[in-house]
């Protein structure tokens, strides 16, 4: 008896958290500010949910930052986005380290200047010890890229005679995906009113919740979090099979 509680109640807590960063321009827009003060402050509401979810007790955050897609914005925008990133980088990370998290990043970086690269580099060496929370950020991210970049991989292997074609099933796909390190999603929050997926994770949602909320993500508190969160409890969780 004991047993089957404890696994209701684990299962009505996420493990793994997943966001959709959204809404930083219609934030600045609606104060007549240009969009770039829209992602300084959405830069803010990060530190805000990182700290959160160590509070919530949350063992996977993944943020999705910056998309493949994204970089068909304009120059300009796209160059801010990449300084604010560079500046995160540089002042954050002393922070993460200390507070127990361990930073990851998915996501092209054949893309990103070297520098950024060095960065990111630097941030997973130096907090790759920690193991309160995983932080994992898409930057340069497409799901659909990711899984191509799988398949190619895997054909690669099979090409060279490392692997049978039949012996390819979910687990071994899985191990080509850049979230290997991770478990599936268990929610998934978009802010900003938008209800769709936007090319994030589509292999690692599979049977994810969804939680979509009004709240422009700069605005985007602990207390959006915890109530996302407690949404996420009231679901039922049915993988395709019958609850009684
Ligand atoms: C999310 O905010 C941040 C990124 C996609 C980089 P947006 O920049 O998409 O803001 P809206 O959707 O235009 O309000
Ligand atoms: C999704 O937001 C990508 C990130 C939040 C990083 P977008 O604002 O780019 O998504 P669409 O274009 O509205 O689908
Ligand atoms: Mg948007």
Redesign the pocket.
């Given at each position: 008896m004991e047993s089957v509680l404890m696994h209701a109640e684990a299962a009505s807590y996420p493990q793994h958290d997943a966001i959709?960063?959204?809404g930083n321009g219609r934030w600045a827009s609606a104060r007549g500010l240009p969009r770039l003060a829209g992602h300084a402050e959405g830069a803010k509401a990060v530190r805000r949910t990182v700290e959160a979810s160590k509070k919530l007790g949350l063992r996977y955050l993944t943020l999705?930052?910056?998309?493949m897609?994204?970089w068909k914005r304009p120059v300009r925008e796209v160059d801010d986005l990449m300084h604010l990133f560079r500046h995160y980088l540089r002042e954050e990370i002393a922070g993460l380290e200390n507070e127990g998290v361990r930073i990851y990043f998915i996501g092209d970086r054949a893309r990103l200047d070297p520098d950024i690269t060095s960065l990111i580099e630097t941030a997973e060496q130096k907090t790759g010890d920690n193991t309160e929370l995983y932080l994992t950020v898409?930057i340069s991210y497409g799901s659909r890229q990711e899984i191509v970049a799988a398949a190619r991989q895997l054909a690669k292997e099979v090409e060279g005679g490392k692997l049978a074609a039949d012996e390819i099933d979910e687990n071994i796909f899985l191990g080509r995906l850049s979230t290997g390190h991770l478990p599936d999603a268990d929610l998934i929050i978009r802010t900003s009113g938008?209800q769709?997926i936007?090319n994030?994770l589509l292999w690692q949602a599979a049977y994810a919740e969804l939680v979509f909320t009004d709240v422009l993500w700069p605005d985007f508190s602990g207390e959006d979090l915890r109530r996302s969160i407690e949404e996420y409890g009231r679901r039922e969780r049915r993988y395709g099979e019958i609850n009684n």
């Open positions: 959709i960063m959204d999705y930052g910056f998309s897609e994204n898409a938008e769709r936007s994030f």
